[in-house]
């Protein structure tokens, strides 16, 4: 009897143990990503903030290298560490959180270099505005981790851009007192579902 439980409990192991073969749906982890920015204050220092709070499903498949997927960001949990700026920040001067309370980013592509997922290339709304977005992968793996007493499935890694704020429709303090490039690191982890 207790060699057919242990026969059962490797088996039930081993299928959770196993990376999928084929495409997965995936939704992401609020609480383990985050989307990090920088922009230039007066050319002298860099303010630097994250966004939290970030939703969206995913779609994967590793062996075909194929993948999708929809993000959101509430643009409202802007935080740099200062309210007085953050409150600038959700102000119509620049994302006019009240009109435009969320950024998207939705792709179909991502690229591979051989079995290295390098990249993922979509499409960005912020303000309004519908702009190409590449998101280079710094780092990206799929592996198995412990959530409770169960192991699961779960894709994660580190991506990063730059835009143009301008490009967004946010002129304000152009060229010299805000910068108009902004730096992403966007941090992420998606369990399967």
Known sequence: MHRAWRTIAAALLLTAFASPA???EFDVDPNHSSVHFAVSH??????????????????????????????????????????????????DQFLDAEHYPEMHFVSERFVFEGEKLTAIE????????QRPLRLVARRFQCKNVWA???????????????IKRSEFGMTHFLPEAVGDEVELTIDGEAPQH
């Open 42 to 91: 007066e050319e002298l220092s860099y303010v630097h903030g994250r966004f939290g709070r970030i939703g969206g499903t995913a779609q994967f498949d590793a062996g075909a290298k194929t993948g999708a997927m929809t993000i959101s960001v509430p643009v409202t949990t802007i935080d740099t560490g200062n309210r007085a700026i953050d409150n600038v920040l959700r102000s």
């Open 122 to 129: 979509g499409e960005l709304t912020l303000h309004g505005v």
């Open 22 to 24: 084929v495409a997965a």
């Open 148 to 162: 409770g007493l169960l192991p699961r499935y779960v894709c994660g890694g580190e991506f990063q851009a730059t």
